[in-house]
């Protein structure tokens, strides 16, 4: 349990902030982890782990130490996002009990990665777990791992605002949450659901990034809005706080992830610019 002066959200500890004294956030046990940032969505498949892994590659490649913990566990997809999916994450023994502590793989780069895929026996191999269990792995997960130190650990959080998600909130000492969305009504409407339930937690809310706003013309270079005639800017407006990114569909990057090469493709991009800058 937490011990205030290593504790991640020490500078903006929602349990101080509401007058409390007791804690309740779970701090890893190996290792020294300086800010937990969660990166949240409101639905599957807008984009969320490949925000986050872009997140860890421009933040690795600013020159810092930084970790990924992949707590989608019944959609997870970042050791296929950095190319390690055939790779597996060791489990050593800790003492003489029963306890084990996980060694995370690392990418080419040096990001430390910890998902259920990089534990199970084969990829593909589902959880067939109720929520319980799935808090329970997950908690294993990040308080078990050997992360070393860093200076992030970024959490692909579950989508939504189911069980786990809440969970993982209210138990870890996340210091800021990203909330990725598409240009889509509907979406919006459950991002908002999130951002409320972020905030009504306690969670600092840092922003919006908008995935998949538009594409870019191969012949003219023209920016065309995919998925809804409103602005960015309007969705961020909408869903009350600020807008930090626009991400066009981006084909070259997809190619580049799917060969495994996501590392070597991403640099310093300026479309991420003010979302790193908010971060560190
Ligand atoms: P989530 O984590 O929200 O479920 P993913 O990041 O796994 O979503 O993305 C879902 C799918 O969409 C993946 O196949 C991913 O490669 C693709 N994708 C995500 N963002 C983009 C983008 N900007 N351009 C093209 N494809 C994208």
């Avoid at 997950?138 to 989508?159: A, K, V």
């Avoid at 509907?186 to 409320?196: E, H, L, Q, R, T």
Wanted: with cysteine; proline share 6%.
């Amino acid at each position: 349990m937490s011990n205030c002066s290593t504790c991640p959200s020490k500078n903006n500890c929602s349990t101080k902030k509401a007058g409390g004294d007791s804690c309740s956030k779970i701090i890893p046990k190996y290792g020294n982890v300086k800010n937990i940032i969660g990166v949240i969505s409101g639905k599957g498949g807008v984009g969320k782990s490949t925000v986050t892994g872009i997140m860890a590659v421009e933040l690795r490649k600013a020159g810092y130490k930084v970790g990924v913990l992949d707590a989608d566990i019944t959609g997870p997809s970042m050791p296929r996002f950095f190319g390690i999916n055939e790779k597996r994450a060791p489990m050593l023994p800790v003492g003489n009990n029963d306890e084990v502590k996980f060694i995370p793989v690392e990418t080419p780069l040096g990001i430390k990665v910890i998902s259920i895929n990089l534990l199970t026996e084969q990829e593909e191999q589902p959880v067939i777990w109720r929520g319980p269990v799935i808090t329970g792995v997950l908690n294993q997960m990040y308080s078990d791992t050997e992360w070393g130190d860093l200076d992030y650990l970024l959490i692909d959080m579950p989508p939504g605002t189911g069980d786990v998600a809440l969970t993982v909130m209210q138990s870890f000492p996340i210091s800021d949450m990203i909330v990725v969305s598409t240009p889509q009504d509907m979406v919006s409407m459950i991002v908002k659901k999130v951002v409320i339930m972020t905030e009504k937690l306690g969670v600092n809310v840092k922003g919006v990034v908008e995935n998949m706003s538009y594409i870019i013309c191969e012949s003219c270079g023209e920016k065309t809005r995919v998925f809804s005639k409103k602005s960015a800017e309007e969705q961020a407006l909408y869903l009350g706080i600020p807008l930090l990114a626009e991400m066009p569909i981006n084909l070259d990057l997809i190619e580049n992830l799917e060969k495994g090469k996501a590392e070597e493709y991403l640099n310093h991009s300026q479309q991420y610019e003010k979302l790193i800058k908010t971060i560190i």
